[in-house]
T-cell receptor, first 115, second 112 residues
Framework: NAGVTQTPKFQVLKTGQSMTLQCAQDMNHEYMSWYRQDPGMGLRLIHY???????DQGEVPNGYNVSRSTTEDFPLRLLSAAPSQTSVYFC??????????????FGPGTRLTVL | QQQVKQSPQSLIVQKGGIPIINCAYE??????FPWYQQFPGKGPALLIAIRPDVSEKKEGRFTISFNKSAKQFSLHIMDSQPGDSATYFCAASIQGAQKLVFGQGTRLTINP
C-alpha cells in the first residue's frame, strides 16, 4: 500500500493564481482531512470529509474549497492564492471502523509558496 | 485561540536523558490525546495516544502522563537517543481521532 500520497511536493504560485493540491489514499478510509502547518502554530484543520459526498469546514477554511467524489481522493483547491496561504499542507486519512479512535495517517506534505 | 498549549518550543537533551514535553488544554470535552512525531520533510506520524480514563500509558521508551483535573498531559522519552531528534506535537479531539486540535510543537534535539 502506498498509504496517503500528495502531489505536488513543492509549488510556487503568484498572488491570485488558483491551483489544486491532490491527495489520495489506498486504505479505503472513510475519513480524510487537510491541515496546514505554520511555524509556531502547529497544524490547523482546514476541511474534512467523513465519506464520499460529505465535506465540512475545519478551523481555517477561508480561501479553500474541497470536494469528495470518491473514497480515495480528496483534493484541496485554492481559488485565488494569497501570500497568507504560504504554508506546508498535509492530507490525512483514517478509518471510522469499529472504533472512532483509529489512527490518522498523514501524507508527506506539499510545500506551497505564494509570491 | 490556541485550545491546546504546548511547551517548551524547543528542547536540547543529552543522550540517555529524559526529555519531557508538556501540553495543557481547555476544553473538557476532549477525550482523545495523541502525540505525533515529525521528522524534517515528512508528515507527522502517530507515536502514542491516551484517553482520559487512564493516568499513564507506556509504549516502549515513550510514556504519556495524564492529569485530568489539571487538564494537562505530558510525553516522557526514556533513555533518549539521537534518532529521537524530531518535532513532537500533542493533539486533542472530541469523540474520536478525527478533527485533531494540535499544540504548537516542540523541536527536540538529542545530543550524542
Amino acid at each position: 500500500n502506498a498509504g496517503v500520497t500528495q502531489t505536488p511536493k513543492f509549488q510556487v504560485l503568484k498572488t491570485g493564481q488558483s491551483m489544486t493540491l491532490q491527495c489520495a489514499q489506498d486504505m479505503n478510509h472513510e475519513y480524510m482531512s487537510w491541515y496546514r502547518q505554520d511555524p509556531g502554530m502547529g497544524l490547523r484543520l482546514i476541511h474534512y470529509s467523513v465519506g464520499a459526498g460529505i465535506t465540512d469546514q475545519g478551523e481555517v477554511p477561508n480561501g479553500y474549497n474541497v470536494s469528495r467524489s470518491t473514497t480515495e481522493d480528496f483534493p484541496l483547491r485554492l481559488l485565488s492564492a494569497a501570500p497568507s496561504q504560504t504554508s506546508v499542507y498535509f492530507c490525512a486519512s483514517s478509518s471510522s471502523g469499529t472504533s472512532a479512535y483509529n489512527e490518522q495517517f498523514f501524507g508527506p506534505g506539499t510545500r506551497l509558496t505564494v509570491l | 485561540q490556541q485550545q491546546v498549549k504546548q511547551s517548551p518550543q524547543s528542547l536540547i537533551v543529552q543522550k540517555g536523558g529524559i526529555p519531557i514535553i508538556n501540553c495543557a488544554y481547555e476544553n473538557t470535552a476532549f477525550d482523545y490525546f495523541p502525540w505525533y512525531q515529525q521528522f524534517p520533510g515528512k508528515g507527522p506520524a502517530l507515536l502514542i495516544a491516551i484517553r482520559p480514563d487512564v493516568s499513564e500509558k507506556k509504549e516502549g521508551r515513550f510514556t504519556i502522563s495524564f492529569n485530568k483535573s489539571a487538564k494537562q498531559f505530558s510525553l516522557h522519552i526514556m533513555d533518549s537517543q539521537p534518532g529521537d531528534s524530531a518535532t513532537y506535537f500533542c493533539a486533542a479531539s472530541i469523540q474520536g481521532a478525527q478533527k485533531l486540535v494540535f499544540g504548537q510543537g516542540t523541536r527536540l534535539t538529542i545530543n550524542p
